[in-house]
């Protein structure tokens, strides 16, 4: 076993330097690292059964309630790997515990909120927090076990609890908006936190100094990165806003300098040779159309729901209840499947599932309930393997001592197209509904607009989807070529 992973000792779990034979043997660790994966599942869901009532109460725009779910996401993507970085540097643990107690002082804060760009601060200091906590849930359990099994069981289990939070985010949300104030829907992230910091501080030993490398901080190539990822993300609102010329040279400039960076420096923050592994290109491409169709399609159901069909938010959670059944009872089909159809046709098949799932929900959603509940069974579904397969594909095709910044790329894939599936999708709804989108008693060319935009928003993030698993299925097979050849000479 690594140097690296004799960093983690778990209580209870044998010899010091043994890597845990079961997961009953991590357990504590695993607690904590699950409370962590919660919270960002939570984070990314609860809120979106909320939006038209945050839109009334702090008299929110379009755009303005679009960032109140964007902002997470830009943050938190731009900033994952300078803060996967910092922790291969200064400590896993550290730097996770010090996210976790900036999580719990911005979810009090949501209690004396009173505008809608105090609950976008808000956001923002949550999107720093999830930064620097979630890359290294996923790399501390993987780096816990030698054998990929044990590592598919821990990241499914991991993942378990945290589809429940993104699974049952949008229904409890809905039930407890029927009885208290929407801000109660941020105040859950406090004892999560709590628990978090209590299941990491316990099982997981303090960061060995031996164990954490010395070399210079990339600062340059972090601000490049962190710049290109955020341009990336507000690219689209900004087109519709403000014309192309205003935000095109500073993304394209921020990206080519970001790879001229890390193509010359002696420590690179990203490695760039790393991502032509095929099993990390096609792994991050797979998240990446999950990521997108996930999000663009919470974000559509929940507002076509409320403000198109009129549903409360409490019926609007019995409506998501499919998803829920799905992405909680999925679990224990995941390693199975794994197991028996390999982790490459895993992947492809998995990525496909959520896209055909988009693709109804853009074809048919506004036809009826019944073809919403099939899109969110089908995105569920295929969101229950990839999120587990494509992470671990990614990691196995990294040197053990990158599975952090791995863990951190992978999030921010999925981060990164998250927010441009939430950006597209209001950006669309934006320039093609006239008005004020969470006013009620919409007119009848309102109505029709809106379900124009809804079908237009579908079908865009479907075709941009598909592509990313196309380019992702033709990466592995070259992999797998490539595999061949050398095997045979």
């Known amino acids: 076993m690594s140097s690296a992973q004799t960093t983690v000792i778990i209580n209870g779990a044998g010899p010091a330097g043994r890597s845990p034979q079961s997961l009953r043997e991590a357990w504590v660790a695993l607690a904590g690292l699950s409370a962590v994966f919660l919270f ?6 609860i809120l979106n059964v909320a939006l038209p009532t945050i839109g ?5 725009s379009t755009t303005m309630l679009q960032w109140v779910t964007g902002a997470y996401a830009v943050v938190f993507g731009g900033l994952m790997l300078a803060f996967g970085a910092l922790a291969d540097r200064f400590g896993r643990r550290r730097i996770m515990l010090i996210g976790l107690v900036l999580l719990a002082v ?3 804060a949501t209690a004396f909120v009173s505008t809608a760009e105090q609950l976008i601060a808000v956001r923002v200091a949550m999107g720093v927090a999830a930064a620097m906590t979630t890359p290294g849930s996923m790399a501390l359990a993987f780096r816990l076990f030698d054998e990929d099994g044990l590592r598919v069981r821990a990241l499914t289990l991991i993942s378990t609890v945290g589809m429940a939070g993104l699974a049952l985010g949008p229904t409890a949300g809905g039930f407890v908006l029927a009885i208290a104030p929407w801000q109660v829907l941020l105040l859950v992230n406090v004892p999560v936190a709590v628990l978090a910091i209590i299941g990491v501080r316990t099982g997981i030993a303090a960061d060995v100094a031996a164990d954490l490398h010395r070399d210079p901080i990339d600062a340059a190539g972090a601000v ?7 341009l990336t993300l507000v690219a689209p609102t900004l ?10 040279p500073w993304a394209a400039t921020a990206a080519i300098l970001f790879v001229l ?3 010359s420096a002696r420590y690179p923050l990203l490695d760039l040779k790393l991502l032509a592994h095929p099993l990390v290109s096609s792994g991050l491409a797979f998240k990446a159309a999950a990521g997108l169709a996930t999000a663009g399609l919470g974000y559509l159901v929940t507002l076509q729901l409320q403000l198109d069909w009129g549903w409360t938010p409490a019926l609007t959670a019995v409506g998501m209840l499919p998803q829920v059944v799905v992405l909680i009872a999925g679990g224990r089909f995941v390693t199975p499947f794994v197991q028996r159809v390999g982790f490459d046709r895993a992947a492809w098949i998995s990525a496909a599932t959520v896209v055909f799932g988009l693709a109804v929900y853009g074809l048919l959603g506004r036809f009826g309930y019944v073809w919403v509940a099939i899109a969110l069974m089908l995105v569920a579904a295929g969101l229950r393997v990839v999120g587990v397969v494509a992470g671990t594909n990614v990691l196995r095709g990294l040197p053990e001592n990158r599975t952090t910044i791995g863990a951190a790329l992978v999030d921010t894939a999925g981060e990164v197209t998250s927010g441009v599936g939430i950006a597209v999708t209001g950006t669309i709804l934006a320039a093609l509904f006239t008005g004020d989108i969470a006013t009620s008693n919409w007119s009848t060319r309102q109505t029709a607009e809106f379900r124009e935009a809804v079908t237009v928003a579908g079908l865009a993030l479907t075709v941009v989807a598909a592509a990313l698993v196309g380019w992702g299925i033709a990466r592995a097979r070259r992999g797998a070529n490539d595999q061949a050849v050398l095997e045979h000479g």
């Open 56 to 60: 009334r109460e702090l008299r929110a």
């Open 224 to 230: 490049l990165g962190t710049a290109t990822i955020v």
């Open 261 to 263: 960076r890390e193509r």
């Open 40 to 45: 960002e599942m939570l984070d990314n869901s």
């Open 239 to 248: 087109f519709v806003n403000d014309g192309p010329e205003s935000w095109t």
């Open 106 to 108: 911005a979810s009090l």
